[in-house]
């Protein structure tokens, strides 16, 4: 009787470390939730803020030009020529 009041209390025992111990992780999630929370915030006020830098170099489609009409024509002097 004595063995199995012995065994009983050490399952016990074990019961109570292993409920201490979730506890214990479940605090420590809710803790980072709590700091995800203020960082996702965080990042969304930064995302707000570059929207509104970004929206200063916004252009029209009608004032863009093509990169080749900006670009001044060369003729080369040096033509080479063709190898047969």
Same mark, same amino acid.
């Given at each position: 009787?004595?063995?199995?009041?012995?065994?009983? +209390? !050490?399952?016990? %025992?074990?019961?109570?470390?292993?409920?201490?111990?979730? !506890?214990?992780?479940? @605090?420590?999630?809710?803790?980072?939730?709590? @700091?995800?929370?203020?960082?996702?915030? +965080?990042? @969304?006020? #930064? %995302?707000?803020?570059?929207? #509104? %830098?970004?929206?200063?170099?916004?252009?029209?489609? %009608? !004032?863009?030009?093509? +990169?080749?009409?900006?670009? /001044?024509?060369? @003729?080369?002097?040096?033509? /080479?020529? /063709?190898?047969?």
């Amino acid at each position: 009787m004595t063995v199995a009041s012995d065994e009983q +209390a !050490d399952g016990i %025992a074990q019961v109570n470390v292993a409920v201490s111990q979730m !506890d214990t992780v479940v @605090q420590q999630n809710s803790e980072l939730v709590v @700091q995800l929370a203020s960082l996702a915030g +965080a990042l @969304q006020d #930064h %995302a707000n803020q570059l929207n #509104h %830098a970004v929206e200063q170099f916004r252009v029209e489609e %009608a !004032d863009v030009m093509d +990169a080749s009409d900006a670009l /001044p024509s060369v @003729q080369l002097g040096y033509q /080479p020529e /063709p190898a047969y």
